[in-house]
């Protein structure tokens, strides 16, 4: 059966979502889902924007055969080529041979590369500032490299505001019948999966998303369609200062996120004693463990808060590998600009906090906080005011 939403008079959803794929480029969970969108042109030349995953590439074609009702397809527009989007294009090509393939130089290299295009059908390149027509639309292309991969371009249709944008604005979670960003509770319901989504995908590429926004700061934009999650036709403004706040590495809240790795419950309590005890501070904390977490939502939560404490064993005269693996992955992420403060566990030689120490100064570029509090196996109940003096030195910097 056919599934598409009617985007605006001549503009169709035709994409499809995935339930079924259970990590995202074969790293990031994704519980709720994830949309691959492709949008449908009729008017006077018929467009398809973008194409899907190559497991969704039945439902596509479905979408869109129902929709053209015999007429052929004129043009595949291909703003990114990652095969979560690219891949369906082989699909669409053996349905719709005569159609022109229109994306950037290195989008048709890449569809080389991984062989979706085997047709001889005829290729245009977009390229930066230049318009193409198809009747009463069209678009203009604007180059976006590295948003997320370097062949992206973005477009934007004149006569009705409408921006393809790419992965920008995408998110986790498939669309389960509801396409704009107005049927759905976004801030509720969608944005920690919308942060995770940016903060994992393309959160190493701040200035490259900073000269996207910069460019669409020049354009009268109605409507953003992204390749992944809602269409949005309102609150453009709120979602785009999300962005903007990501991709400057400016924390969201002014809070705590309080990460701790522990071997037998040591380390975790007295966490979660410092949690208490900034809580009864009046500052918002929120706790996880690193041995239990998908390190992709602690990357999202520490681009969310403006301060990180972490918590770790000392393992092999190191901190724990798990730790060490999130903190590499915040530096692959070129997340910079935290405070943090720290607390270290040893039952013999503890030797976790001042390695950390060394890390998030020197990798990070972060401020580290003192008193750091060290543990010899358990946090001991003489060791109270160690704890208060942390938790107050974190507060005054919070509310600072
Ligand atoms: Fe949704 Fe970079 O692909």
Redesign the pocket.
């Known amino acids: 059966m056919y599934n598409v939403r009617k985007v605006t008079e001549e503009l169709w959803w035709v994409g499809a979502n995935d339930r079924h794929t259970t990590l995202f480029e074969n790293i990031h969970p994704i519980p709720n889902g994830v949309s691959?969108n492709s949008y449908l042109l009729l008017d006077e030349k018929t467009v398809l924007f973008d194409c899907v995953d190559w497991s969704a590439a039945p439902q596509l074609v479905e979408n869109v055969e129902h929709l053209l009702q015999g007429r052929k397809l004129d043009y595949i527009v291909l703003h990114?080529l990652?095969p979560?989007?690219g891949a369906g294009l082989w699909a669409v090509l053996q349905k719709w041979p005569e159609a022109t393939v229109v994306s950037s130089l290195a989008a048709q290299k890449f569809m080389d590369q991984f062989g979706f295009a085997p047709v001889k059908g005829e290729r245009m390149v977009a390229k930066e500032g230049e318009t193409l027509s198809f009747g009463g639309h069209s678009i203009t292309f604007y180059a976006a490299p590295m948003v997320?991969?370097p062949d992206?371009v973005v477009s934007y249709e004149e006569k009705e505001g409408i921006l393809f944008s790419?992965?920008a604005f995408?998110t986790f979670g498939a669309l389960n019948g509801k396409l704009f960003n107005d049927e759905v509770d976004f801030a509720h319901d969608w944005l920690p999966d919308a942060r995770r989504y940016y903060t994992n995908?393309v959160g190493k590429y701040g200035p490259q998303v900073q000269a996207l926004l910069a460019k669409a700061a020049g354009l009268d934009i109605k409507m953003i369609c992204p390749?992944?999650g809602p269409v949005w036709r309102s609150d453009i403004g709120w979602f785009v200062d999300k962005y903007d706040k990501w991709s400057r590495y400016e924390p969201e809240d002014k809070g705590v996120l309080v990460v701790y790795g522990s071997m037998y419950g040591g380390t975790e309590q007295a966490a979660e004693a410092l949690c208490a005890a900034l809580t009864q501070r009046g500052v918002a904390n929120t706790l996880y463990d690193v041995s239990t977490t998908h390190v992709s939502q602690l990357i999202a939560e520490s681009f969310r808060f403006s301060h990180i404490v972490i918590a770790s064993v000392t393992y092999n005269m190191d901190f724990y590998p798990p730790v060490r693996d999130y903190l590499e992955d915040m530096k692959a992420l070129n997340l910079k600009g935290r405070t943090f403060a720290l607390m270290e566990n040893g039952t013999w030689a503890p030797n976790a906090g001042k390695l950390m120490g060394e890390f998030v100064a020197g990798e990070l570029g972060g401020t580290v906080l003192e008193p750091k509090v060290t543990m010899r196996s358990t946090l001991a109940g003489s060791q109270a005011g160690e704890l208060e003096a942390l938790a107050d030195a974190i507060a005054a910097s919070v509310k600072g």
Do not use: P, Q, S
């Open positions: 691959y990114h990652e979560d989007h997320h991969w992206v790419a992965d995408g995908i390749l992944h």
